[in-house]
């Protein structure tokens, strides 16, 4: 049986999870068509999805349309978790993207078409919602031309627009559908100029398979109208999923524990076939498959391309790994394969338990839930006994905040939110302490030098002493130390990008009393230098110097164009940055940078400033530095910036 792994997307409340409900409802997999309202649907599986009514966490759920198994995959629509939505992109072939035939395009609906774009998934367009009153067929039909993409195919006509009567008509009108068609293929042009036959069908299917062209259907997922029209597109236009052999190669888009605790990954099979008791490769290490199941089938003994299937046994797996049988992966030819690129999070807040006898169970839980979701970082604070969690929006806050009572039963609250900074080397620094000589209480020479390196080029160490001039496992207790040092800077965040370079080494060699065994009080450890290393890293930072960057959002403003003035002055006052504003007769468009720190401040004043009609993308663009006082973050470490402080805490340990 052929499969089709299909991705159902759109803006908060356009109605994608209705019309999940309704496809589901039509294939008979459920019984009655759940309501976002009543909190019953099928495909929002966490508590808040069903109280917020949108939806946060991907699901997957199977139906047959005849031979073709549909994965019906709903991903999340808020803006927070985008990445949840990128994630969920990488595993499709093929996509449904809602559009309100009330509310028309909106911000979402354009990141997501961008993004399905990118990643060329084929994709139709289901105009929801016609039985609305105020709902649209030719303003909707423009706004996608012109906010989306101009090369769609209308798919039929409405009667009764906007009316519970409202239907769907399936009828293309052949000169638009001509027009688009040629637009994308020279030899369907030349067969036309020459009055031969063109099998415009045919070409439609093969132009939308290639995700060039985008059929557009209209209909009604509460009533029923237009979905079957658009089940006919998804089963005749959509491309099926590849089916190829070797090597093994599949993607974890998903990471869940079961009821016993154990974790249960959701693979997508690009090719090869995995099998129980099999042993994988995947983040960097092996395992052994103890049970699988094919989503839509339920447990089985082997899993083919194309499919998704649960894997058990993968006790270290995350979101994001690749499940081969080699280190090659070969992408499907011509898609493009998602590497989980996730823009860095740029807020930050302290957790903590309502309970304090709850603390311990909060860092257990809350390590679960970060191995399950990269969108969830954690930093501890062990001086002050605290968690920071890293945040892509203030939605987050709730989703962890359900989560943890939901699934740990443990009740948390959070403090205020804070911007997450970087700082970045801003020259050249050099510093060394010997062994035995001056204030150095450690059996350890480290001699350091650190330069700035290019943007995300990441932290380098380098040797200048030979690698035999001491034993290995002190160098790479040095660079380890080195590179848990620059987790925190001078200012207390983190420096992504440096060279470090070794310049200095030494040590005592193992050595004794007369007759008496190893003695560590004369003998140098990787202790020795790991106690050591933060002190001259820090000695040569202080002399290199630091500059601390904030992030920066671009942004696109779309308002009405008597409203200009007013948000430019809101913009100036939040630190934004506009470029020349594109002005038209009603609507005009705003584009520049902002600081991460005021995006949600300007969501908040946007309805006010533009009567409720603005609409504002924003997403992070790149680190600048901060003007103004310098913020520092408190520190989670001993602060060997303090030598005094430092040396109270840390003690050479015989």
């Given at each position: 049986?052929?499969?089709?792994?299909?991705?159902?997307?759109?803006?908060?409340?356009?109605?994608?999870?209705?019309l999940?409900?309704?496809?589901?409802?039509?294939?008979?997999?459920?019984?009655?068509?759940?309501?976002?309202?009543?909190?019953?649907?099928?495909?929002?599986?966490?508590?808040?999805?069903?109280?917020?009514?949108?939806?946060?966490?991907?699901?997957?759920a199977?139906?047959?349309?005849?031979?073709?198994?549909?994965?019906?995959?709903?991903?999340?629509?808020?803006?927070?978790?985008?990445?949840?939505?990128?994630?969920?992109?990488?595993?499709?072939?093929?996509?449904?993207?809602?559009?309100?035939?009330v509310?028309?395009?909106?911000?979402?609906?354009?990141?997501?078409?961008?993004?399905?774009?990118?990643?060329?998934?084929?994709?139709?367009?289901?105009?929801n919602?016609?039985?609305?009153?105020?709902?649209?067929?030719?303003?909707?039909?423009?706004?996608?031309?012109?906010?989306?993409?101009?090369?769609?195919?209308?798919?039929?006509?409405?009667?009764?627009?906007?009316?519970?009567?409202?239907?769907?008509?399936?009828?293309?009108?052949?000169?638009?559908?001509?027009?688009?068609?040629?637009?994308?293929?020279?030899?369907?042009?030349?067969?036309?100029?020459?009055?031969?036959?063109?099998?415009?069908?045919?070409?439609?299917?093969?132009?939308?398979?290639?995700?060039?062209?985008?059929?557009?259907?209209?209909?009604s997922?509460?009533?029923?109208?237009?979905?079957?029209?658009?089940?006919?597109?998804i089963?005749?236009?959509?491309?099926?999923?590849?089916?190829?052999?070797?090597?093994?190669?599949?993607?974890?888009?998903?990471?869940?524990?079961?009821?016993?605790?154990?974790?249960?990954?959701?693979?997508?099979?690009?090719?090869?076939?995995?099998?129980?008791?099999?042993?994988?490769r995947?983040?960097?290490?092996?395992?052994?498959?103890?049970?699988?199941?094919?989503?839509?089938?339920?447990?089985?003994q082997?899993?083919?391309?194309?499919?998704?299937?649960?894997?058990?046994?993968?006790?270290?797996?995350?979101?994001?790994?690749?499940?081969?049988?080699?280190?090659?992966?070969?992408?499907?030819?011509?898609?493009?394969?998602?590497?989980?690129?996730?823009?860095?999070?740029?807020?930050?807040?302290?957790?903590?338990?309502?309970?304090?006898?709850?603390?311990?169970?909060?860092?257990?839980?809350?390590?679960?839930?970060?191995?399950?979701?990269?969108?969830?970082?954690?930093?501890?604070?062990?001086?002050?006994?605290?968690?920071?969690?890293?945040?892509?929006?203030?939605?987050?806050?709730?989703?962890?905040?359900?989560?943890?009572?939901?699934?740990?039963?443990?009740?948390?609250?959070?403090?205020?939110?804070?911007?997450?900074?970087?700082?970045?080397?801003?020259?050249?620094?050099?510093?060394?302490?010997?062994?035995?000589?001056?204030a150095?209480p450690?059996?350890?020479?480290?001699?350091?030098?650190?330069?700035?390196?290019?943007?995300?080029?990441?932290?380098?160490?380098?040797?200048?002493?030979?690698?035999?001039?001491?034993?290995?496992?002190?160098?790479?207790?040095?660079?380890?130390?080195?590179?848990?040092?620059?987790?925190?800077?001078?200012h207390?965040?983190?420096?992504?990008?440096?060279?470090?370079?070794?310049?200095h080494?030494?040590?005592?060699?193992?050595?004794?009393?007369?007759?008496?065994?190893?003695?560590?009080?004369?003998?140098?450890?990787?202790?020795?230098?790991?106690?050591?290393?933060?002190?001259?890293?820090?000695?040569?930072?202080?002399?290199?110097g630091?500059?601390?960057?904030?992030?920066?959002?671009?942004?696109?403003?779309?308002?009405?164009?008597?409203?200009?003035?007013?948000?430019?002055?809101?913009?100036?006052?939040?630190?934004?940055?506009?470029?020349?504003?594109?002005?038209?007769?009603?609507?005009?468009t705003?584009?520049?940078?902002?600081?991460?720190?005021?995006?949600?401040?300007?969501?908040?004043?946007?309805?006010?400033?533009?009567?409720?009609?603005?609409?504002?993308?924003?997403?992070?663009?790149?680190?600048?530095?901060?003007?103004?006082?310098?913020?520092?973050?408190?520190?989670?470490?001993?602060?060997?910036?303090?030598?005094?402080e430092?040396?109270?805490?840390?003690?050479?340990?015989?």
């Amino acid at each position: 049986m052929e499969v089709l792994n299909l991705g159902i997307l759109a803006h908060v409340d356009a109605g994608k999870t209705s019309l999940t409900e309704r496809l589901l409802y039509a294939a008979g997999v459920i019984d009655e068509v759940g309501s976002v309202d009543d909190g019953n649907t099928q495909t929002d599986s966490l508590a808040l999805e069903r109280q917020r009514g949108i939806t946060i966490k991907t699901a997957v759920a199977s139906f047959a349309l005849g031979d073709l198994t549909v994965n019906l995959i709903d991903t999340p629509g808020h803006p927070d978790f985008i990445a949840e939505v990128e994630r969920a992109l990488s595993v499709l072939d093929g996509a449904v993207l809602v559009v309100s035939a009330v509310e028309g395009v909106q911000a979402q609906t354009r990141v997501l078409m961008r993004t399905l774009q990118r990643l060329r998934i084929p994709t139709l367009i289901f105009v929801n919602k016609l039985d609305r009153p105020g709902a649209q067929y030719d303003g909707v039909l423009r706004q996608i031309a012109t906010k989306l993409t101009g090369e769609i195919v209308p798919m039929g006509e409405v009667p009764n627009l906007g009316t519970p009567d409202a239907t769907f008509k399936p009828i293309v009108q052949e000169d638009t559908l001509l027009e688009v068609l040629t637009h994308q293929d020279d030899e369907l042009l030349q067969r036309y100029v020459d009055n031969e036959p063109l099998a415009l069908d045919e070409a439609l299917a093969a132009q939308t398979h290639r995700a060039l062209v985008h059929p557009v259907y209209f209909g009604s997922a509460i009533t029923g109208a237009g979905t079957e029209a658009l089940t006919d597109g998804i089963r005749e236009l959509l491309p099926r999923a590849r089916t190829t052999g070797e090597p093994l190669d599949g993607t974890v888009f998903k990471v869940e524990r079961g009821p016993a605790g154990e974790k249960i990954a959701y693979v997508r099979m690009f090719s090869g076939t995995a099998h129980v008791r099999e042993r994988v490769r995947y983040g960097g290490t092996d395992g052994k498959i103890t049970a699988l199941e094919v989503v839509g089938e339920g447990a089985a003994q082997a899993i083919h391309a194309g499919r998704i299937g649960r894997f058990w046994g993968l006790a270290d797996i995350r979101i994001g790994d690749a499940v081969t049988d080699a280190r090659d992966i070969i992408a499907p030819e011509g898609r493009i394969r998602s590497t989980y690129a996730f823009a860095p999070p740029t807020l930050e807040t302290v957790i903590t338990p309502r309970k304090p006898s709850d603390k311990g169970n909060l860092r257990v839980a809350l390590t679960q839930l970060a191995e399950q979701d990269p969108l969830i970082n954690l930093r501890q604070d062990d001086l002050r006994q605290e968690t920071y969690v890293s945040l892509y929006g203030e939605v987050q806050k709730e989703v962890i905040e359900s989560t943890l009572a939901t699934d740990f039963g443990i009740d948390v609250d959070f403090r205020e939110t804070t911007t997450i900074c970087i700082e970045r080397v801003a020259g050249t620094g050099a510093a060394v302490e010997f062994n035995k000589k001056d204030a150095n209480p450690f059996l350890a020479t480290v001699g350091l030098r650190v330069e700035p390196a290019p943007v995300n080029a990441g932290v380098s160490f380098d040797l200048e002493v030979e690698l035999g001039s001491m034993p290995y496992a002190f160098i790479k207790a040095v660079e380890e130390t080195v590179r848990e040092t620059l987790h925190q800077g001078i200012h207390g965040w983190q420096i992504p990008d440096a060279k470090v370079v070794m310049t200095h080494s030494g040590y005592s060699a193992r050595q004794s009393h007369a007759h008496a065994v190893f003695d560590k009080s004369m003998s140098s450890t990787a202790g020795d230098f790991r106690f050591l290393t933060p002190l001259v890293l820090m000695t040569a930072l202080q002399q290199a110097g630091t500059t601390v960057q904030e992030p920066m959002h671009r942004f696109r403003l779309e308002i009405p164009t008597d409203t200009t003035r007013a948000v430019l002055a809101a913009l100036a006052r939040l630190r934004a940055i506009p470029q020349v504003p594109a002005l038209a007769a009603e609507t005009s468009t705003l584009e520049g940078e902002i600081p991460a720190a005021a995006v949600y401040e300007l969501e908040q004043q946007l309805p006010a400033l533009t009567r409720g009609e603005g609409v504002l993308e924003s997403a992070f663009e790149r680190y600048q530095p901060v003007t103004g006082r310098i913020p520092d973050r408190p520190r989670t470490d001993h602060d060997p910036l303090n030598r005094r402080e430092y040396l109270l805490h840390v003690q050479r340990r015989v």
